[in-house]
């Protein structure tokens, strides 16, 4: 027992020796020439290891990109203001799962503690971005008596347009795709701007509602002890919260399921991810209700979705799918030996290590199984995903529709493409902000640049649905394109599941007169 508090004490004080380090380097400079260095790694390292690096951008114009970036960095720079220059060469390869992690001040275990017990500064309001203008569309906590649909003009006296301007270009979807940015910067607009400017007790906004403008001081609170109890129950895991996959930071559910309609005949899934937790339960009744029900129509709903585990979505299409299907084509990688490079110690404290290690040989060899040569010479990775599958008992026979936009990416695009060409629904909304014809994703290698520490996941695997492709270069587009403006959501009127609706009650009255 001795030697375990030890050895945990010592844990605790390495942990906060090296937050120190870490802290005092973000706050340094680096000279342009080990600058340079992080740039040539970069690239280096995406050659050697993105499977589908000129997809959207030609390896010259790549190269040229990279190259001049490394003659503009001439002086000293922190590892952030060197972040917000290679960033935006990064986001030029069009590839939404490529990007560099913002390096930000670390905390220890009691300043994360303050903080919890402390409100959000900018947190506890949602946002809407249209064009270069930043609204509220939610006052949490009745902030200021802040009137959804008021507009953020600055912060501290800069112009917010100013940080929409130099933040879009830190983003990217996959390809040409035109409606991702507006939903993506709604979410982390603030996680940019706090990486630039630290984490502050109080901030002066300019805002405009109706013409009307005003200077608001935003202030740090403490939390009450009505919030805090609330923070507690949270945290308590029930049945629901477990199949629905409750996430406390939001305070919702990342799935949904209920009937739209009294006799049952509309169920309604909404999905904000596909994380996996609890997801086989939470298909399996809500698929039970609705063949129990005898229901006709289902809307499975995946706005705003940024994706997530290939597994959910192939289990989900199995309760859609009339006959066995095969969800994506093989997954491609650059070499047999990628898979190994996935950094397998990556953040494991001392026990970790130990116990990592003696699995090691076993994690190596399942790695190798994996990996195959194909009949075209290209290195493929096996995964369940590129098998048949076949329909589950319950499977739904009648009409699916699926709710789309710009916030659907990733799984959400794969799911989205595949079920349009094979005809199984009708897609209604936006243009997805992930590409119809695939991603690279899957697994990744997380690279760290030398230098300057910068953090940089690389995505191992081309993920594609097994379809034909379409080669636009774009999202998935709707069946059915119907967009929705911050008037409709301040009004609270859901433009495009009323369009279903509709035509639901369009399909019904025509079945009644044939």
């Given at each position: ?314 289990n989900l299409y199995s309760y859609l799918a009339p ?154 587009i709707p069946d059915v394109e119907i967009s929705e ?28 007169q044939n």
């Amino acid at each position: 027992m001795k030697h375990l508090l030890f050895l945990i004490f010592i844990l605790l004080v390495t942990s906060c020796a090296s937050i120190k380090k870490e802290n005092k380097h973000t706050q340094s400079t680096i000279s342009p020439e080990k600058l340079h260095q992080d740039v040539d790694f970069a690239y280096r390292k995406l050659q050697e290891m993105h499977p589908k690096l000129n997809w959207y951008i030609s390896e010259k114009e790549l190269y040229f990109k990279f190259d001049s970036l490394k003659k503009t960095i001439k002086r000293p720079l922190t590892p952030i203001q060197f972040y917000f220059k290679l960033q935006p060469v990064i986001a030029k390869i069009r590839e939404g799962h490529l990007s560099l992690k913002i390096p930000m001040k670390k905390f220890s275990r009691k300043e994360i503690k303050m903080l919890k017990n402390k409100k959000g500064l900018f947190g506890r309001f949602e946002y809407h971005v249209e064009k270069d203008h930043l609204y509220i569309i939610k006052n949490k906590d009745s902030v200021e008596n802040i009137i959804p649909g008021t507009e953020i003009l600055s912060i501290n006296k800069i112009p917010v347009s100013d940080y929409l301007k130099k933040y879009r270009e830190l983003i990217s979807s996959d390809g040409y795709n035109t409606t991702f940015q507006n939903y993506y910067l709604k979410d982390v607009f603030f996680n940019f701007y706090v990486a630039e400017k630290g984490i502050l007790d109080s901030a002066n906004i300019e805002t405009s509602y109706q013409n009307q403008k005003r200077i608001v001081k935003l202030r740090r609170e403490s939390k009450n002890k009505e919030d805090l109890e609330k923070d507690q129950m949270e945290k308590k895991r029930t049945e629901e919260k477990k199949v629905n996959d409750y996430v406390a930071s939001t305070s919702s559910y990342n799935r949904n399921f209920k009937f739209l309609d009294k006799d049952s005949m509309i169920a309604y899934m909404k999905i904000q991810s596909f994380s996996r937790t609890f997801s086989d339960r939470f298909y399996k009744e809500s698929f039970s209700k609705i063949n129990k029900a005898g229901s006709s129509y289902l809307i499975i709903d995946i706005r705003n979705n940024y994706g997530g585990s290939l597994y959910e979505i192939n289990n989900l299409y199995s309760y859609l799918a009339p006959e066995p299907f095969v969800l994506v084509k093989p997954s491609q990688l650059t070499s047999k030996f990628t898979p190994l490079k996935t950094n397998y110690f990556r953040k494991s404290n001392l026990l970790q290590y130990i116990l990592k290690g003696l699995l090691y040989p076993g994690y190596v060899f399942s790695q190798i199984f994996s990996v195959y040569k194909g009949k075209d010479g290209m290195v493929y990775y096996r995964m369940k995903e590129n098998k048949p599958t076949k329909p589950k008992k319950n499977v739904f026979k009648g009409k699916v529709y699926m709710l789309i936009n710009g916030g659907s990416f990733s799984a959400s695009s794969v799911i989205s493409s595949k079920l349009q060409y094979d005809k199984r629904a009708t897609l209604v909304g936006e243009e997805t902000g992930g590409a119809n014809d695939g991603t690279v994703a899957g697994f990744y290698s997380y690279q760290k640049l030398p230098n300057s520490k910068i953090d940089f996941p690389i995505g191992l695997l081309l993920i594609q649905p097994n379809i034909d492709f379409t080669n636009t270069k774009k999202g998935v587009i709707p069946d059915v394109e119907i967009s929705e403006n911050m008037q409709d959501i301040l009004n609270r009127k859901d433009v495009q599941l009323d369009w279903i609706k509709n035509d639901i009650t369009q399909n019904k009255a025509n079945k009644i007169q044939n």
